[in-house]
């Protein structure tokens, strides 16, 4: 069973910036595409943006120009640098990859945007 650490979470103002990681305990995590999601209350999760093998990244438009995915194999760690943050990205963020069919979630990382 993969299972998926995310950290990096907290309450940060308007415009300001945090860098999420999640640890993949697997030791093929370098030929997986990993993903981001995010979910707040009430709503279904949402994918924010993933990163191929090769380190090609993409996202959703609502987060582009602010967010980055970025990937670490060495260390099994895959990040979203968030900046010009707004109060809509507030939400409990998670990493996953399709590789193992979404089964199993780690505990996410809040991250909530108030002023």
């Known amino acids: 069973q993969v299972q998926f650490v995310e950290s990096g979470g907290g309450l940060v103002q308007p415009g300001g910036s945090l860098r999420l990681s999640c640890v993949v305990s697997?030791?093929?995590?370098?030929?997986?595409?990993m993903d981001w999601y995010r979910q707040t209350p009430g709503k279904q999760r949402e994918w924010v943006g993933g990163?191929?093998?090769?380190?090609?990244?993409n996202c959703i438009d609502s987060v582009k120009g602010r967010f980055t995915i970025s990937r670490d194999n060495a260390k099994n760690t895959v990040y979203l640098q968030m900046s010009s943050l707004k109060p809509e990205d507030t939400a409990v963020y998670y990493c996953?990859?399709?590789?193992?069919?979404?089964?199993?979630w780690g505990q996410g990382t809040q991250v909530t945007v108030v002023s």
């Open positions: 996953n990859t399709p590789a193992t069919g979404l089964t199993y």
């Open positions: 990163i191929s093998t090769r380190g090609t990244a």
């Open positions: 697997s030791s093929i995590f370098s030929i997986y595409p």
